[in-house]
T-cell receptor, first 109, second 115 residues
């Protein structure tokens, strides 16, 4: 089966940098994704890492270490609108995508 | 493109009634997924289709749940009979590939309340 662990809540100050970690267990591995979900909204895709290293997309970056079964999402220059839940999701055996339980990020002034 | 379209947005029904949720995926997306989201269990994959064919329905809770995809532009998730524990937000998502490389595009969801 597949399982993921990520912190349930994180609080950070506007303008700062925050890192949301994710560890996973899976039989077979294709990649690790990140999604953002605002309260009452739908999850929206942020990034996908299939290989080790850092992928940067604007203020957001995502990192993967396959040997450690670990990844993180890095958000820079935090804005109030970044307050949302962030989910990591692993694509494992049979290309099945399993989502983590989500990290609720609160950005404070 | 209008994105993934789900209907209805909200559904309130009485226990024992039949509920049908509808989804129109993005044109050209070969994969369609039904997810259920609750506070307790998070986002759970119920079933997914590839080219209109059900591939993995191991997440469907029980026989009360069924899903169909009669053509590339329409899918339904049916619950019969509904129970209070089915109350959740049900999302439909579609994608070009199944591995998630380009991400899944989610619809706005259907918030189901069974009383």
């Amino acid at each position: 089966g597949q399982s993921l662990e990520q912190p349930s809540e994180v609080t950070a100050v506007e303008g700062a940098i925050v890192q949301i970690n994710c560890t996973y267990q899976t039989s077979g591995f294709y990649g690790l994704s990140w999604y953002q979900q605002h309260d009452g909204g739908a999850p929206t895709f942020l990034s996908y890492n299939a290989l080790d290293g850092l992928e940067e997309t604007g203020r957001f970056s995502s990192f993967l270490s396959r040997s450690d079964s670990y990844g993180y999402l890095l958000l820079q220059e935090l804005q109030m609108k970044d307050s949302a839940s962030y989910f990591c999701a692993v694509t494992g055996g049979y290309q099945k995508v399993t989502f983590g339980t989500g990290t609720k990020l609160q950005v404070i002034p | 493109d209008a994105g993934v379209i789900q209907s209805p947005r909200h559904e309130v029904t009485e226990m024992g009634q039949e509920v049908t949720l509808r989804c129109k995926p993005i044109s050209g997306h070969d994969y369609l997924f039904w997810y259920r989201q609750t506070m307790m269990r998070g986002l759970e994959l119920l079933i997914y289709f590839n080219n209109n064919v059900p591939i993995d329905d191991s997440g469907m809770p029980e026989d009360r749940f069924s899903a169909k995809m009669p053509n590339a532009s329409f899918s339904t998730l049916k619950i019969q009979p509904s129970e209070p524990r089915d109350s959740a937000v049900y999302f439909c998502a579609s994608s070009l590939v199944g591995t998630g490389t380009h991400g899944y595009t989610f619809g706005s969801g259907t918030r189901l309340t069974v009383v």
